[in-house]
């Protein structure tokens, strides 16, 4: 990496709580920062992927305020929350009395905010950068948080979470109404109105709903 990711996100981003999530606070980028407003090459030059982990999506929020008003689903399961980014949803799990919480997400940015996020609120979260899709995965319970926001991530994950499913995994996914999110084989468990960050939105509140993937 030619920047190192610590000290960028230290010094990029403040420590503040999630708007719908506010027990959690997170290294964020704030209206006060242009990090996502930087241009491709700008990002490239300082060797920095888009920086989907400096930001509480609202896919990400409705579903951790959903783990935590409902800490049964995850009490000491064994929980993957796929797609992690700043790792606010793997967070909001072991507070809920998760056992084992993995982060998984392949920007390896996201690697380092997952560590500072949950050293911040004082929680032990694992971390992969592979690619999980279409694998089996040792868990009781995926999460997903806003994860539907591009055809071809949607064409190659619908169907490995459908087949976790069907192998007896629970998969809860948030999700703001992207448009590739599944229309089928989705019962909806909670509704929420998000507060966002209008620079990336088209609104400053996104309606926000809990999915979960049902067999069948």
């Not at 888009?50 to 609202?58: D, G, K, N, V």
């Not at 935590?68 to 980014?85: T, W």
């Not at 949950?118 to 979260?125: C, K, P, S, W």
């Not at 995926?142 to 459908?162: N, Q, S």
Request: a negative charge.
């Amino acid at each position: 990496m030619k920047t190192d990711p610590d000290v960028f996100i230290r010094a990029n981003t403040e420590i503040v709580a999630s708007p719908h999530v506010p027990e959690i606070r997170l290294y964020l980028a704030t209206e006060a920062h242009d990090l996502w407003l930087r241009t491709e090459d700008e990002l490239q030059e300082i060797g920095l992927p888009p920086p989907f982990w400096a930001f509480a999506w609202a896919g990400g929020q409705g579903l951790a305020r959903y783990i935590l008003d409902h800490p049964g689903l995850v009490a000491g399961r064994r929980v993957l929350d796929f797609a992690s980014g700043s790792g606010l949803v793997a967070i909001a799990a072991k507070l809920a009395g998760a056992g084992e919480v993995i982060a998984a997400d392949i920007d390896p940015w996201a690697g380092t905010a997952v560590r500072l996020n949950a050293g911040e609120n004082g929680v032990a979260i694992g971390f992969t950068g592979e690619d999980l899709i279409g694998r089996p995965v040792d868990v009781d319970i995926v999460l997903a948080g806003d994860v539907f926001y591009d055809r071809d991530f949607a064409e190659r994950l619908t169907p490995w979470f459908e087949a976790l499913a069907v192998q007896g995994v629970d998969v809860f996914v948030g999700d703001p109404g992207r448009a590739y999110l599944p229309r089928v084989k989705l019962v909806s468990c909670m509704t929420y109105q998000v507060p966002v960050t209008r620079a990336l939105e088209d609104s400053e509140v996104k309606k926000t709903t809990v999915w979960k993937f049902v067999v069948g």
